[in-house]
């Protein structure tokens, strides 16, 4: 059984009540059920982990190192955090970063993320089908042995 922690950032503890119409209507807890069942199929065992300070995130970033991979939603962190980018490159776990929103649609400023750049891989703009695609992407690099591409 593989550990996979994920982790999500300010604000997300919301979706589903804020900004629908970006977000979608699917809550949190609905979106980790869904991970926790298409997980099974990976044989992975998830963690969830919810912060809305940077602190806390980085704290469980590091944590990674006892995790098979990590799958990072930073939310707005991920436009203004090199602390949240340098906690990353701190562990050699997998990591994959979500955004339920395609934020290239959205505000400019929103266009440039700094803490993808020490992700293994990014993905964006599918709704809660983004976790989805990562889960799969995580079973797929760790299938092959792989934890760069």
Not at 40 to 54: G, R, Y
């Amino acid at each position: 059984m593989k550990k996979i922690l994920v982790i999500n950032g300010p604000n997300l503890n919301l979706i589903g009540v804020r900004e629908k119409n970006v977000y979608g209507e699917k809550s949190l807890k609905w979106i980790q059920r869904k991970m926790e069942e298409e997980g099974k199929k990976f044989k992975f065992s998830l963690t969830f982990f919810q912060s809305n300070h940077e602190g806390e995130i980085i704290d469980k970033i590091q944590e990674g190192k006892n995790f098979d991979g990590i799958i990072i939603n930073p939310g707005g962190y991920s436009h203004t955090s090199v602390a949240i980018l340098d906690a990353i490159k701190s562990i050699n776990t997998p990591v994959i970063e979500v955004h339920i929103s395609n934020i290239f649609k959205r505000e400019e400023f929103r266009h440039r993320i700094i803490t993808g750049k020490a992700a293994n891989g990014i993905i964006a703009g599918f709704g809660y089908i983004s976790y989805l695609a990562a889960l799969y992407g995580l079973y797929m690099m760790l299938s092959a042995g792989e934890t760069t591409l």
